[in-house]
């Protein structure tokens, strides 16, 4: 297997040098976010800029989520706010989850790296290998592909049972280990919420790099997700209980932000 990506190695660095593992999931909501941004001429970009000046140096990463700028019709803000953070030096995960035939994942590829700028990507490996090839050849970028998520019905799919006896999610993190790991720049979304399949996702993948949602608002356990991904690379995300604290005060998101990494930090031995 070949050297991590640079994006992985980017981002275990800030980890340390910063002391944080927390990523700060930004999916902004106009009916959630505070009154004070309703009335801007372009609210998601001021309340997603104000979320990153408070909290950038918390944070090893940022985690914009596509579907919700683009619901707002904020994709130019988008933009913006990726450049913002590559400005503050901060790598940046655009949550896309894309994938789809060859041809057009070639272009999913091109919108999330050259169009957008981000760093990293999620992306779903269920068309399979060829799928994923576009993204993969961004050697120098981190492709980060769904596993186990943190959602109740991904049982309905992830959890099946192969010929073989092993379920759906553990073959899937066994191809990512594997074969469709030749340039050593995958990682894979593990949920939070399900310590029991990261534990066996990492006895699987050995020290690869989990992004782990579910922190917060999903009740993820923070004790039992560093436990049982503990010998790998983790990337913890928590995104609507960050950026919509109990009060909308100024300084209310730096708060909620530094409590979860020192609930993280206080758990990672």
């Not at 596509?66 to 790598?91: M, N, Q, S, T, Y």
């Not at 576009?134 to 799919?157: H, M, Q, W, Y």
């Amino acid at each position: 297997m070949s050297a991590p990506s640079s994006f992985f190695d980017v981002v275990s660095a800030r980890q340390q040098t910063l002391n944080t593992l927390l990523c700060v999931g930004l999916d902004p909501d106009l009916s959630k976010i505070p009154q004070r941004y309703q009335v801007a001429a372009r609210p998601v970009l001021a309340f997603c800029r104000d979320v990153i000046d408070a909290t950038h140096d918390l944070v090893a990463t940022f985690k914009p989520q596509f579907a919700h700028f683009a619901a707002a019709d904020a994709l130019g803000d988008l933009k913006e706010i990726i450049a913002h953070c590559r400005d503050l030096k901060v790598p940046v995960i655009l949550d896309a989850k894309r994938g789809d035939v060859g041809s057009t994942s070639d272009f999913y590829a091109r919108e999330a790296f050259d169009v957008y700028g981000a760093d990293a990507v999620t992306v779903n490996p269920y068309l399979g290998g060829d799928s994923l090839e576009p993204f993969l050849e961004r050697a120098d970028k981190g492709v980060i592909l769904l596993c186990r998520t943190s959602n109740p019905g991904g049982a309905d799919l992830q959890n099946l049972k192969l010929a073989s006896g092993e379920e759906l999610y553990e073959y899937v993190a066994q191809l990512a280990a594997t074969q469709w790991n030749s340039r050593g720049n995958i990682g894979l979304v593990v949920g939070a919420t399900r310590p029991a399949e990261l534990k066996r996702v990492r006895e699987i993948t050995g020290n690869m790099t989990f992004l782990l949602p579910g922190i917060g608002a999903q009740g993820g356990d923070v004790a039992a997700s560093l436990e049982a991904g503990r010998g790998g690379g983790l990337i913890v995300s928590s995104s609507r209980a960050v950026l919509y604290p109990d009060s909308d005060a100024p300084g209310a998101v730096r708060a909620a932000a530094m409590a979860t990494r020192d609930l993280i930090n206080e758990h990672r031995g």
